[in-house]
């Protein structure tokens, strides 16, 4: 009897152990299979940094072959576009390789960042070409915005859509056929190319007495299913290489992934075209992330600090925000605190969603509080500032939200307030999406490090190779001392609990297992703050030792945190586990970029002038007038005849604001107050200097 309870007992003990190390298989193997996921993902990125730099050598060595950048015949006229009619002093990389490689008749896909000036690729050979250039564009406010734009160019420029009065369509549709009246470029959405019939015949015409000059497709990521602005009509526009071959065809987006480029060469039939890629990077934008409190009062106070102390002359910005609700709250306490600030989403009836815009658009509005809805329509160049009152959804849309600052090339600011709790706000929307969960944990680990340069992970997410930074995010520029913490005990016991929790078939969202551990802790004789505690959580997360489950209940849904499919090596102690604390607390040390433009008297002028000239000239948009860009530089060239003007801003615009211009800075020249009397005189310490950017850093205890 005896021998058998010891036989059964080594069995127990034998059958335990072999669960225990099944078990650990399981795991093995589960690590084995996100290792290779890793090791593919890996590769591919080693793939493309290959690809890319044979491109540029390519590129470089392509001379005997395309070499995009050597003369052309039509240099001469096009430089002088540029200048007189565009007011552009100099291309920017690529623009000028684009525009040859167009003229010369060839099917062209750009992918370029956002404000990298797409347009003018495209819009210069429209004009330099015989015949209509035909543009696709997904939005009735862009269309209005671009030929709004050209027209103030004088360059003869329509629109066919929904909006159009027949008299219009009527002009349009004699051009088109008969070649009658001016029209150089004609904008229509993609649903003139797919539903109107009579549009497509009047365009076959066009082509066939050969006045078809080319065809423009912006925003093309618009084709793909893979982008992030899907549009059904844009499936169609396939037809238009199949119905006009030897027209040249560019299309234009700022998305960069590879997925989306083979799609829209496929959706597009552009197999042969030669294709542009610039670089994810966008050099002006400054990136920041900041700690959210989590007394929301706090958040709007620091919101609009940051917005007076850094932008005291109204320059533009965009908060951006959670929910409907979140963004008419912030504007409203935005308001209360003195910004001029209003919301934009998708419950507003669209006439009041336009006329916010508008107001914005036209800086009688210094700032949009909105949800993703306020997205591809803006065309605004001189978004100073782009802040995130919650995190996006994934590094895809952070990129391109914060892309929505500095389109003028000038320094601009990306702000992003994080705090733990705002994750499972978004886990909850985005877990029944593909690579959801997935896609919110890489922004997530952005926000979450204190060491990793925020552009590299832009680089490292788009498959680029990495760049210098330069300072120009909140990582490379501020030193603060980053320590490690040993959490493994907390960890531990924060799994335990969590295991006790789910055996008592109960669940526990973020906030409950916080407080939870605060009692908890007390075991191990440990007190770990409730932000640390938070941060745990994520790292555990991220690591797979938590997981996020959800529960729909009538009216949201709820996330909560249970034990992961890698839990067990943190509860055998097999992992330490390591948070990261800054010593230096970033407050303490509070810097601020700060724009030199708009400190100077001159600058203010002129940018009154601008909005003086543009309500005279038919409400066209200020930076219609002058970019911020050329106010910049005609502050530090200061022309003092219509000669020297023109250099600066080209013959169209001298002619037709040369003498106002003039005026404003001759006056400033006769009385000339120092910088240091217009700007706001705060005391200051200037740190580092570069460009036309001024790092100007204080002690937090500073009213600053
Ligand atoms: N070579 C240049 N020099 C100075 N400014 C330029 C140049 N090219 C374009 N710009 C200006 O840059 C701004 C952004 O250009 P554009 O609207 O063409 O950008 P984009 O690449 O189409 O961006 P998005 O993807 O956001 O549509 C505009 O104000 C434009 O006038
Ligand atoms: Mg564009």
Known sequence: MEENLEVLEELHNVEAEIEDVQEQIRALIEKQERLYERKSELNSILEACKESENQVNNNASSSTVENWNAPFEWDSKADDLRLNIFGISSYRANQREIINAIMSGRDVLVIMAAGGGKSLCYQLPAVLRDGVALVVSPLLSLIQDQVMGLTALGIPAHMLTSTTSKENEKF??????????????????????????????????????????????????????????FRPDYKNLGILKTQFPNVPMVALTATATQRVQNDLIEMLHIRRCVKFVSTVNRPNLFYMVKEKSSVSKVVVDEIAEFIQESYPNHESGIVYCFSRKECEQVAKELRERGISADHYHADMDVNNREKVHMRWSNNKLQVIVGTVAFGMGINKPDVRFVIHHSLSKSMETYYQESGRAGRDGLPSECLLYFRPGDVSRQSSMVFYENSGLQNLYDIVRYCQSKRQCRRSAFFRHFAEPLQECDGMCDICAFSSEVKEVDVSRHAKLMVSLLQEIQTSDQRSTMLQLVDKMKVKQKEIGSDLKREEMEQLILHLLLDRALKEEFQHTAYSTNAYITVGPLAKQILQGKKTVKLEVSTEKKTKASVRLKRCLGSSGLELKLDELRKELSSIHGGILPHSVLSTQQISLLCSQKPNSLEQLEKVIGKLKTEKYGNKILEQIVKYSDFKPTDEQVSDGRAAKRSKTKKNLVLIESSGDEAC
């Open 172 to 229: 349009i549709y004699k051009a088109l056929e008969k070649g009658e009246g001016e029209l150089k470029i004609l904008y229509v959405t993609p649903e003139k190319i797919s539903k109107s019939k009579r549009f497509m015949s009047k365009l076959e015409k066009c082509h066939h007495a050969g006045r078809l000059s080319l065809i423009s497709i912006d925003e093309a990521h618009c084709c793909s299913q893979w982008g992030h602005d």
